[in-house]
T-cell receptor
Framework: GDSVTQMEGPVTLSEEACLTI???????????LFWYVQYPGEGLQLLLK?????DKGSNKGFEATYRKETTSFHLEKGSVQVSDSAVYFC????????????????FGQGTILTVHP | KAGVTQTPRYLIKTRGQQVTLSCSPI?????VSWYQQTPGQGLQFLFE???????NKGNFPGRFSGRQFSNSRSEMNVSTLELGDSALYLC????????????FGQGTRLTVV
């Protein structure tokens, strides 16, 4: 079945450090890939997405590139801020060849990021 | 536009009872999905409804059920509650098409005692 594996956390960084959170996936069909972020006491918010191979999603300084050859979608940011402290989830959704969504997100286990001033 | 609204935000129930959670999606969204979030299991898919039909279902026992109304609002029901059902239940709405974004509500925190 489909699955998502994220790097083990938690990750603790100083402000302005570089961030990489690794994400790899296993899927049949044609997955779309997502990064979601969850702040304390909140639901999930979409950070970025990519719907086909070699697409790059970007938002708020975060980037991730859909690499089909390595089945990866690593999240990167060049300079983190204290306000980036949150839990980050990599996720995939499957569609069939006709582009119909199966309506289900499969999530990785989440990576807790803490950024210190 | 208004976001996804889940009610109630917090619930405390006793083992053996049943509970109903409600989700109002973003206007125009026909797909509503439900997820269970726990520290041990992470985020697990429960089911998805699209235009009042269950389109996909996760690996949960039959005690977990749901439905969607003609206005796309959805309810999730858990019967015969167990301690292990304590979790954050998240609802997400979307247009239901390939690659489209799912918008999440803030969740309902269910505690079973």
């Amino acid at each position: 079945g489909d699955s998502v594996t994220q790097m083990e956390g938690p990750v603790t960084l100083s402000e302005e450090a570089c961030l990489t959170i690794n994400c790899t996936y296993t899927a049949t069909g044609y997955p779309s890939l997502f990064w979601y972020v969850q702040y304390p006491g909140e639901g999930l918010q979409l950070l970025l997405k990519a719907t086909k191979a070699d697409d790059k999603g970007s938002n708020k300084g975060f980037e991730a590139t859909y690499r089909k050859e390595t089945t990866s979608f690593h999240l990167e940011k060049g300079s983190v801020q204290v306000s980036d402290s949150a839990v980050y989830f990599c996720a995939l959704s499957l569609t069939n060849a006709g582009g119909t969504s199966y309506g289900k997100l499969t999530f990785g286990q989440g990576t807790i990021l803490t950024v210190h001033p | 536009k208004a976001g996804v609204t889940q009610t109630p935000r917090y619930l405390i129930k006793t083992r053996g009872q049943q509970v109903t959670l409600s989700c109002s999606p973003i206007s125009g969204h026909r797909s509503v999905s439900w997820y269970q979030q726990t520290p041990g299991q992470g985020l697990q898919f429960l089911f998805e409804y699209f235009s009042e039909t269950q389109r996909n279902k996760g690996n949960f026992p039959g005690r977990f059920s749901g439905r969607q109304f003609s206005n796309s609002r959805s309810e999730m029901n858990v019967s015969t509650l167990e301690l292990g059902d304590s979790a954050l239940y998240l609802c997400a709405s979307s247009l239901g098409q390939a690659g489209t974004e799912a918008f999440f509500g803030q969740g309902t925190r269910l505690t079973v005692v």
